[in-house]
Structures are given as C-alpha cells and as structure tokens.
Nanobody
Framework: VQLQASGGGLVQAGASLRLSCAVSGGTFSRYTVGWFRQTPGKEHEFVAGTRLSAGSTYYADSVKGRFTISRDNAKTTVYLQMNSLNSEDTAVYYC???????????????????WGQGTLVTVSS
C-alpha cells in the first residue's frame, strides 16, 4: 500500500487546515489509518486514527474537539480537518496505515508498517 499526504502549509493561530492522505494499492476498508506528527528531536506523536472496517475514530487528548478525521471511500482518502490551530500544532504530519493493528496498539507509531511522506504544518502566533 502507498500513502500520499498533502495539505500542509503556513497559517496563523486560530486558522484551519485540512490534510489529505490518499491510500492506494490495497483494499481501503481493511486498514487502520493514523495521523501522527513529529517535531525536531522528538518521536512521532499520535494525533488521530480511524479503523476503516469499523468506522471508528479516536483522538489524542491534545486535539480532541479541534481535529476531525474522516474518510472518502470513493477517493480512498482519509482527511484530517484541523481547526483552532495553535503554535503547538506546528509539526510535520504523517499518515500511516496497517491492516493488522489491535485496538490497544493503534496509537503507537510502531504498529504501523506503511507511511506516507510528511507534510509540514506551521502555525504562526
């Protein structure tokens, strides 16, 4: 499976952005897709995820209520709508996917075998 992330950019605090993760080469509905972010010197931080077979979604506490993960089955794309952005959201954002993730591991970057390239989100204050 291949993942292509896009949609990052430079925005001011309080603004919104929508990231896209186009998934190809696999059966879309069988995957768990997660969004992670990374800042220099730190490990990947879980942001949001969705188990496409179940339609379930889950979020990190730091983004709950501000970010929404969604999907478009026809386009085999997972989106991350980010609202009320602040400077702490500045990071490189990655999408990742795997077919074999148990629920308890779905927030761990180590559970995901397939990764897209990152897209940079910069929030100026």
């Amino acid at each position: 499976v291949q993942l292509q992330a896009s949609g990052g950019g430079l925005v001011q605090a309080g603004a919104s952005l929508r990231l896209s993760c186009a998934v190809s080469g696999g059966t879309f509905s069988r995957y768990t897709v997660g969004w992670f972010r990374q800042t220099p010197g730190k490990e990947h931080e879980f942001v949001a995820g969705t188990r496409l077979s179940a339609g379930s979604t889950y979020y990190a506490d730091s983004v709950k209520g501000r970010f929404t993960i969604s999907r478009d089955n026809a386009k085999t794309t997972v989106y991350l709508q980010m609202n009320s952005l602040n400077s702490e959201d500045t990071a490189v954002y990655y999408c990742a996917a795997d077919r074999h993730i148990i629920v308890s591991a779905s927030r761990s970057s180590r559970a995901y075998a397939h990764w897209g390239q990152g897209t940079l989100v910069t929030v100026s204050s």
